[in-house]
């Protein structure tokens, strides 16, 4: 294979990948005007319906425009030898392969994100503000973004220089010891999530003495299931859409409500939605998940050590001097189908974890809050109640309102 032929198998991935995404864009698009199904018809009234049409059309508008500039923008630095030119411009800092890899992967990531910000604020302040959602103030989207360049600086940089060192000292053994270094901090960040990076962005407070912290811990006790922390997280900062989840193991293990879940459901239907969580947990889908993700993890380090010393990598992108940062580029977009196929597998799983959790819920405590409880959250985010079967089947982690209802009502 010659670099022209890497180059331009790149070119083909990225706008084969767009042409799909749009494609099931445009199916799922035809299904927006079809009739609620008879089984939900008390989601939404005739306004609501009309309003959720509009916001699934604006949403829809907005990401056909930024994804297709997105596009033209990656294709324009390819064309123009973007590559090669920061390449260039980052060893004129420095001889030291980590420090130019920094450099080049920093400049990428912030000019990346400072043309996305227009497209981030418009979202927020213009399609969400029109329906209801936001809640973020200037000043917290602005600081959202600081602290999120901040992190990707210091997690990401040293990340990226650990497996760079490492690379540069095994050789082709790199992928062990960086699946490894991976691993541990995936680890680590999993235990310690609540306690170290929620803080930065919400206000954690314990759950309030009363009849609904008394609901969940019988119930909890009731499965046998630990439950020592319980907090209530200031969601309705940024949006009025509502959320729960489990996170840690052992001793910091806790499940988080957003407050404007507190604020839409009835308890006995938090209840339910926290009986769904345990369920998975019970069931083990959060360590088969994590093993999963791992082994994939593995897999994917595994593969590209054995291309990412090839200077074809480089060549493909035009830049003359090979190295690990230009490999990793191309070798990303080449790995992407591979990708997209783990990705669907995983999604096939991650919907048949959502029924056994729902199952788990029904028989542990009640299947008709749960209902409930999910028709009101479809509500007040204004979901799609009739997505196309194709998008949901590339797309979707959870089975939609619909399948779980019909699950969730079997005998």
């Not at 959720?52 to 030898?81: E, G, W």
């Not at 604020?121 to 989207?141: A, M, P, Q, R, V």
């Not at 490492?166 to 992928?175: I, K």
């Not at 009731?222 to 009025?240: A, E, H, N, Y």
């Amino acid at each position: 294979m010659t670099a022209s032929t890497l180059f331009y198998s790149i070119i083909f991935i990225l706008i084969i990948s767009f042409i799909i995404d749009k494609f099931l864009d445009a199916l799922n698009t035809k299904r927006y005007s079809n009739p609620i199904p008879q089984e939900l018809h008390d989601v939404y009234d005739q306004e609501n319906y009309l309003k959720s049409q509009r916001y699934k059309k604006a949403n829809d508008r907005f990401s056909s425009i930024a994804s297709s500039i997105s596009l033209i923008v990656t294709l324009l630095f390819f064309y123009l030898d973007g590559f090669a030119f920061l390449d260039e411009w980052a060893r004129t800092f420095s001889d030291n392969s980590i420090i130019i890899a920094l450099i080049f992967f920093g400049s990428i990531m912030f000019a990346s994100d400072l043309l996305s910000t227009p497209f981030g604020y418009y979202h927020t302040f213009i399609i969400e503000e029109k329906f209801g959602f936001n809640k973020t103030s200037l000043k917290t989207f602005f600081l959202d973004k600081i602290k999120g360049w901040l992190m990707s600086a210091v997690l990401g940089g040293l990340l990226l220089s650990t497996i760079i060192w490492f690379y540069e000292s095994t050789g082709s053994n790199f992928w062990i010891y960086a699946w490894g270094i991976i691993t541990v901090v995936v680890l680590f960040m999993n235990l310690f999530y609540a306690r170290l990076i929620v803080p930065l962005f919400n206000k954690q407070t314990p759950l309030s003495d009363g009849s609904l912290k008394t609901k969940i811990k019988d119930y909890a006790q009731k499965v046998g299931f630990q439950l020592d922390k319980i907090v209530v997280i200031d969601g309705s900062k940024r949006s009025t859409k509502a959320n729960a989840y489990f996170s840690g193991f052992g001793s910091e293990k806790r499940v988080t409500l957003f407050d404007t879940l507190i604020n839409d459901l009835e308890e006995e239907e938090i209840v339910a939605v926290l009986a769904h969580e345990v369920g998975h947990y019970k069931k083990k889908h959060i360590l088969f998940n994590l093993i999963i993700s791992t082994l994939i993890m593995g897999f994917t380090f595994w593969v590209l050590s054995l291309f990412i010393g090839s200077p074809l990598l480089s060549e493909a992108l035009n830049v003359s001097t090979p190295s690990f940062h230009i490999g990793l580029i191309a070798f990303g977009i080449l790995y992407s189908p591979i990708s997209e196929l783990t990705g669907l597998v995983m999604n096939f799983i991650s919907r048949k974890f959502e029924y056994q959790a729902d199952n788990y819920a029904k028989e542990t405590f009640d299947g008709a809050p749960l209902i409930s409880g999910l028709k009101k959250l479809n509500k007040n985010s204004l979901s799609n109640l009739t997505p196309h079967p194709a998008y949901v089947f590339v797309h979707y982690s959870h089975p939609t309102l619909l399948q779980r209802y019909v699950n969730l009502t079997r005998q």
